[in-house]
């Protein structure tokens, strides 16, 4: 019951204080009466409407002990219930009373806080009593209704029970104690699951809804533009945001790891080795008289070699085999998936769509976005490129082998006139001294194909929801191609010729041009009042160069700037003209020549780009009388196709000087198109003119996606720590001052915790990257390395207990591996698994034929010596392993490992009698080389040979004829070592099968 009285003065408060605390005292009693008032209210409302229910036991205490006894519990039931009924008149009664006295209370302190407070504060005093009376009102209603509303439910109706014959209710069956405990324990059950399903299916509807507004943003942003007539599912949204960098969690193969090893032993053995002979290094380098004239080319372009020393060193040896043991007995666990089944969804769907060429996923030119195309669109784009006689022509056959030959002829005359040595000729063209060829897998040329990068940049916002097909360019790649080697050769020759032709003008990246910029800006080369700065771009640079004017602006920069001869020089412009004009790329089987342009995925073009704008520019299109009068550009810089410079007049002016040299330029096929302003847009920097001189901030493209690796992916924990900073760092450099740094650096903080990064991470990351003076670091250059430690890479596939287990074994055996390899500094490296580029991005396979699935593995060719012995079926049991073979491909198929089994030896499991082999020409070819060895001086050559000359020899003339051979895969030149050490690690044929002969070279 609530306190009526009102509290006394208290003598050491002044009476103001007094006051206010009688006034507190009264309201707090008010507050009290009144939500005692209305809970009886309630109550009596309750019994009255619900008297006649038994409900009572659910609102208040039960009376009594449970039985155990079904009878007993009813009957006492039973009588509560009559009893309570009984009482109810009662209740209401008594409640009656209380509400009376409450309410005499109530009004003594109303009038005792009316004659205190004024009429305004006695309003406001009473209003806000009674809108808390009406929810205190409120609050005990919705208790009491959700309790008789979850009684009435529960509530069975049961039978009437007479109170006064025993023998009615001693009728129920009785369930003893544990029969009783057993039920309990299934209602418990039942209940448990109910309400789990019940919190199951709340967190899924919450799901769902947090991956709809999900989605939803994503298709706002930039991520993924779907321009496809398919509607792509959430789930395929939810997976292509990841990015195409993210990589799926995969734990991999056993096998990858103890070839890594192999390939890792071999570096040990021929590190030791020249430790060990220090003085056979430098004979190998000089064994062979350099002429003046010959040219130098780079060891990248060297063979990689599989053979181990002759001599090994048993220490070494020691060494490797106890490495080996810990890489075998390595137990791999596989990682946690950072895919949620949602995302898992998405991906299958994908690649399935892209396996059936129904959809094309690309990365947009710029922006770093996904974009979906129609596959007939993207089929469309490239034969409209391939089909304008202005740019291809058709080429009959495949020009491969006749462009090789060609460059042959070329590099055997060069050598003759003693511009290359014979291992420079080795390294270009894989001849060896003895006429003969490598059978090296770089040397193998393989198909250069044809893909295009989609501009959505160029589209309005507009276009892209009406899905307006953008424009593109086509990117050539010709990596393996016939000429790539040649090419590879020219780009490290051309690289310096360029740099010192345009030199001063010239800028290797962004910090190269914002230091320039910061020089003229320091020495005040920005302060004119009628300044401008100016930006060019030539539209599509490659594609429009004219492969004469190439040959004749590298033709006068190797003139003027480098020491090579004429003969050099000739040599050179020969290479390049060669190159330019036997360009070809191959769609769907079909062979294309380039007949304008420069493709842009040759290695050779960049710096041929480089030299002809420079040359264009000085000697062709400024000179000329129209155009001198009306060039006001000062501190020209210039990367590649862009060009930025300030602008001595107004953008009027700049505007007919373009027009002009438009009229120019388009006689050489060069078109320029450009902006003058205070501000302008350059590679990735905003650069404007204020009254402080030259100010820079960073540029982002409005369709950019500003996508940074996501957190999930499975990559090394160190590549997650240097993102943040790196990207921090780049704007601390770009921005020029502190306002528009930090406002940058914002707003990649908010994208990188889009991606799921910590907060603490980036708040660390960002906290150094402001802490560095950008002066510093435009005025730093980084310095090649000076010391002479060695590095020796270990590569293995990611995984961080591996890596970690490696790393601590290297570190406790230091002394040991000094003393074995000299001063030589081991890194753990780790290649990533296939990212989203690699698994749905196929731009190599889309070029290619779809091949169809065969009856048999046999060519068609009459001629063939092999074709009666493809006999292997679909699958083979080899060792207790199942092996696939791939149906597409014949033995006239090129880059295959292949399966051979001995049909005479005895053994219906195939435990001895298999062997596994690889060939990057057809099995033809192969199996030709097989058959050769059928002889007595060369038995040894072959594994085949040598298991017929042991186990058949009767049978040792007929050669091959004893065996059924198969095509189990077709892999790229340079997997086919690995993926043949594969098939022998699992089937154990080096230790079983025909594998463990030991051939002789």
Known sequence: MADTSVSSSDPSLNPQDNEIRNIRCIVRNIEKLSSSIARLKEKKKLLSDYGELDLFSSLRPRIGKRFGDSCLDERKQNILNECRSRLLPISLEEIDNQISDFRIQLYRNFNNLQSIVSPEEYRRISCRIWQRERSVLEKV????????????????????????DPLVSSSAPCLTRPEKKVKHEELKRAYNAKRNKKKKEKAKALKQEQTRAQISLIKESNLVQNFSSYEIPDSAYAFLALGSSFVPSAMGHKHDDIYDF??????????????????????????????????????????????????????????????????????????????????????????????ERVLYFTKVDKGGSIIVMDVETVESDILKTLTNTQKYELVQGDPRSSIRSEINNMINDMTNNSLFTMKDRLYLTGQTEKGGYSHD?????????????????????????????????????????????????????????????????????????LLKAKLMNDSSEFNGLDLNLVAMDVVALYPSIKIDLALEAVEIALTKVTQFSQLQIGAIIQLLSYTLHNSVVCFRGQWYKSVEGAPTGNPEIPPVANIMVKYLLDEKILPSSNISPLNKMVHRMRFLDDIWSAWQGSAESFHRFLEEVNVVGSTYGITFTG??????????????????????????????????????????????????????????????????????????????????????????AKQKALSLNRDELLNTKEEPSSEDQKVLAFVINQHPDLRKELSNFFEDNGDKVRNLLGDVKIVIAEKRHQNTASLLFQKSGFSKNRLPVLVNQ????????????????????????????????????????????????????????????????????????????????????????????????????????????????????????????????????????????????
Request: charged content about 30%; proline content about 4%.
């Open 675 to 764: 902006d003058c302003d205070r501000t302008v847009q350059f590679l990735d920097v905003t650069t404007s003119l204020t009254q402080g001189g030259l100010s820079t901030t960073m540029y982002v493209k409005p369709t950019d996606a500003t996508r940074y690796l996501n957190r999930r992916s499975y990559h090394s924990r160190h590549t997650f720590s240097g993102i943040p900073y790196s990207q921090f760092r780049r704007a601390a450099i770009i921005c020029s001052d502190a306002q528009s740094r930090e406002a940058c650096i914002a707003r990649m903080e908010m994208k990188f915790l889009n991606s799921g990064y910590k907060m603490q991470d980036l708040v660390d």
């Open 858 to 1001: 046999k060519c068609n060719s009459s001629r063939c010596l092999t074709r009666p012995t493809m006999e292997l079926g679909k699958t083979e049991r080899v060792n207790g392993k199942t092996i696939k073979l791939d149906f597409r491909h014949t033995c006239a198929s090129e880059e295959i490992v292949y399966l051979a089994k001995c049909k005479v030896c005895d053994d219906p499991e195939s435990k001895s009698n298999f062997y596994f082999g690889q060939s990057v020409n057809n099995l033809m070819k192969r199996c030709n080389g097989h058959r050769s060895t059928f002889k007595l001086n060369k038995k040894d050559e072959s594994a085949l040979s040598m298991h017929v000359y042991d186990k058949h020899p009767e049978l040792f003339g007929e050669k091959l004829c004893n065996f059924n051979f198969g095509v189990v895969k077709q892999v790229q030149p340079a997997k086919l070592d690995r993926v043949e050490d594969f098939y022998i690690f699992i089937t154990d044929a080096d230790t079983c099968g025909l594998n463990r002969y030991k051939v002789s070279n």
């Open 262 to 355: 192999k390939l890792f032993a071999r570096k040990m053995r021929w590190t030791a080795f020249f430790h060990n002979n220090k003085e056979l290094d430098s004979t190998v380098v000089s064994s062979e008289p350099q002429d003046v004239n010959a040219f130098h080319v780079s060891d990248t372009l060297k063979p990689q070699s599989y053979e181990n020393p002759t001599q090994q060193d048993k220490r070494v040896e020691s060494f490797i085999e106890q490495l080996s043991s810990k890489i075998t007995a390595h137990e791999k666990k596989r990682p946690k998936s950072n895919l949620t089944h949602f995302e898992m969804e998405g991906l299958k769907w994908c690649k399935r769509m892209m396996l």
């Open 141 to 164: 209603r919705k208790d009491h209704d959700r309790k008789v509303s979850y009684f009435i439910s529960k509530t069975q109706p049961t039978s009437s029970v007479i109170l006064n």
């Open 441 to 513: 897998p770089s040397f193998c040329t393989r198909e250069p194909y044809l893909y295009p990068l989609y501009k959505i940049h160029k589209l309005s916002k507009e276009q892209i929801d009406n899905k307006v097909i953008p424009s593109n360019r086509m990117v050539t790649s010709s990596v393996g191609g016939p000429t790539y080697r040649i090419g590879k050769f020219l780009e490290e020759l051309l690289n310096p010729v360029s740099e010192e032709f345009c030199k001063g003008e010239l800028i290797r990246d962004t910090p190269d041009f």
